[in-house]
């Protein structure tokens, strides 16, 4: 069925990333596609196979699947596919087969490319490597919308300048904005109350619209932090409201850019290394959220976050290590305090409780334990109060089964690997994220060597973990969507911890497995298993890149919690992404499902 020029060019101008492009680039670009009528059940590409270019289906029906045979996706209109192996190597890297009569329209690989040139909206949407973003932080790379006070304190016009004042002092802050509906009027500020109302003797009961300030100077919320502080320099003002399209969004006064240069993850370190209790540590970690959301304005990757987040939780720990010290005097054996979970993996971030253990020397008795048992209530206590709550699976110190003698941990281990039961499965890839915090590492040491070594050896175990990590699926629908949540609290939204990095996060631990990596972090047992040849470099590459996206929304919708003065959680709506950020986001996901697939088929799975 040939199709003209014209109902080409709709088609493509119905199609994301075409629509972008200009009406003479599309009358270009629409006589390259090529039109292939391919019958139900044909294979159009075998995996590894040359690609011939773009496919886009015009109409009908494509059903993808792995290296497994196994379905992964079901694409319909206008969903385009072979993008993932043009912008590798060129092979295509899944199957592709016609599950109904279907009509595609192919681009030629070198007028892909040169479309990929020649258009970065083009290149954004296929190209789905995550690039590098820069270390920095500053006033000059972060929007003034991460920094801004939403929503703002506002009042109507006619409000009293008594009442404003009361406002002011229930909110503790320094002006409030005048406004009619979502429309900004005025602004007024402490200063406007001392010199337009005090100073002048008017009476309190003076509207707000007498001495506020019409029509104030205000930035848009793309708007930089430096346009923000040079518009508060130039003008000699410490108030700017931000405004989009004439609706008032939030304000940012000189307090907020104080703030916002003084967090640091090395001031808060530093403030709790010289804390005297749990409470003043409190107080400092209570700054957590906002430092994560300058992080993550600031254009940081989701490695870099987690870590320096991370970093204030250890230094906590180690604090309240020797406050406990302080309090119960000398240990009676040496001990070694270890971190496992997020904290053990170096991957926390706005949402984290606590998971912990002690390892005891073998010199401990069993009157000893009542000072380790003191000591584990003080930090786990003290580790609650600063926000790490209590770990719902009593995974910690304060649990006799967690702080035991060395001995008694090899036996642990030891009894883990020989029968691979489902409380040993669950057990071991908890322990197997451990990382000491503080105490003698000398007691870790030996005892993480010989068990990777005991595990590596043991096929069973190793096929009994990855029967576990692979439980924790991707949140795909087969029609192109997600699958969400169905009911409760959290109904259509996706889980980004559970469905989202715990899935990559299982991934690295069976890899460790197999290549006896000591790393517990994520990211460092990805790059190592690709080193070493556990991972193949393509698949390496790939997980990696789907890890990145995953991982950097998670933080990106936790960050856009805190700036709406929520709690930030790991529930992410999708209708809060947009369609090019969904897409993206579920090529992620099927790239961790077709790893976990392979995972699955390949070495070290039961059969």
């Known amino acids: 069925m040939p199709i003209s020029e014209t109902d ?38 075998e995996r590894g196979a040359d690609l011939a270019g773009l496919y ?27 993008e993932r192996g043009l912008t590798r190597d060129g092979r295509a890297a899944t199957t592709a087969r016609a599950s109904a009569a279907t009509v595609l329209l192919l681009l030629p690989r070198e007028d892909f490319d040169a479309l990929m040139r020649a258009e970065p909206a083009v290149t954004r949407f296929f190209d789905r490597r995550r690039p590098d973003t820069p270390l920095q932080n500053g006033l000059t790379t972060t929007r003034a919308e991460s920094f801004m006070a939403a929503p703002p304190v506002t ?32 602004i007024l500020t402490t200063r406007d109350l001392t010199e337009k109302l005090l100073a002048e003797g008017l009476p309190f009961s003076t509207p707000v619209s007498q001495i506020m300030t019409k ?14 502080l040079h518009a508060m320099m130039e003008h000699h003002i410490g108030h700017i409201p931000v405004v989009q399209n004439g609706q008032l969004m939030g304000i940012i006064t000189q307090t907020d850019l104080t703030r916002f ?27 957590i959220p906002r430092l994560l959301v300058q992080l993550v304005a600031g254009g940081n ?41 997020s904290q053990g993996r170096q991957e926390q971030t706005g949402v984290s409780d606590q998971d912990n253990c ?19 209530a003080f930090v786990c206590d003290g580790l609650n109060t600063c926000g790490y709550v209590y770990c719902p699976g009593d995974m910690m110190a304060t649990n006799p089964r967690w702080r035991q003698p060395l001995h008694v941990w090899q036996d642990y281990f030891g009894g883990w690997i020989s029968k691979p039961g489902p409380e040993a499965q669950m057990l071991a890839s908890v322990m197997f994220d451990l990382r000491p915090i503080g105490g003698d590492a000398a007691l870790f040491e030996g005892l993480q060597t010989r068990v990777l070594a005991s595990a590596c050896a043991n096929s069973i175990f190793v096929a009994h973990m990855t029967s576990n990590a692979l439980k924790h699926t991707p949140p795909l629908g087969l029609l192109r969507g997600f699958a969400t949540i169905r009911s409760g609290e959290h109904r259509n939204t996706l889980d980004m911890k559970h469905n989202g990095v715990v899935p990559v996060t299982d991934l690295g631990r069976i890899y460790a497995l197999q290549g006896k990596i000591a790393a517990v972090n994520t990211r460092a047992r990805l790059d190592a298993g690709a080193a070493i040849g556990v991972i193949s470099a393509s698949g390496a590459r790939d997980l990696l890149d789907a890890y990145d996206l995953i991982a950097q929304t998670r933080l990106e919708h936790q960050a856009t919690l805190v700036r709406k003065g929520a709690a930030p959680d ?23 499902k077709t790893m976990q697939s392979a995972l699955g088929h390949g070495k070290g799975m039961l059969s």
Not at 217 to 227: H, K, N, W, Y
């Open 570 to 592: 790991n529930y992410l709506a999708p209708s809060d992404l947009s369609d090019f950020e969904r897409s993206h986001l579920r090529d992620a996901f099927v790239v961790v």
């Open 261 to 287: 240069q003084a967090v640091s993850s090395a001031e808060l370190v530093s403030s709790i290394a010289r804390a005297s209790s749990a409470e003043e540590m409190a107080r400092v970690t209570a700054e």
């Open 215 to 228: 029509n104030p100077r205000s930035l848009p919320p793309e708007a930089i932090g430096s346009d923000v």
């Open 301 to 341: 990757r989701h490695e870099v976050v987690t870590r320096l987040i991370t970093d204030i939780a250890d230094t906590v720990t180690r604090r309240l290590l020797t406050l406990a010290e302080e309090t119960l005097g000398r240990p009676p054996v040496p001990y070694l305090w270890l971190a496992c979970g």
């Open 155 to 186: 009042c109507s016009a006619g409000l009293t300048c008594q009442g404003a004042a009361q406002l002011m002092r229930q909110h503790h802050i320094s002006c409030v904005c005048i406004s009619e509906g979502d429309h900004l009027l005025g």
């Open 56 to 82: 886009l289906v015009h109409h009908g029906e494509v059903e993808v699947f792995d290296e497994n045979d196994m379905a992964i996706s079901i694409l319909g209109p206008r969903n385009s596919f072979g």
């Open 358 to 376: 002690l390892i005891l020397s073998d010199a401990a008795l069993p009157q000893h334990d009542a000072y380790f048992a003191a000591l584990a």
């Open 8 to 45: 080409l060019i709709r088609f493509l101008t119905s199609v994301h990333p075409y629509d972008s492009l200009e009406l003479s680039k599309l009358q270009d670009l629409a006589p390259k596609f090529q039109l292939l009528s391919i019958s139900s059940g044909d294979t159009i590409y």
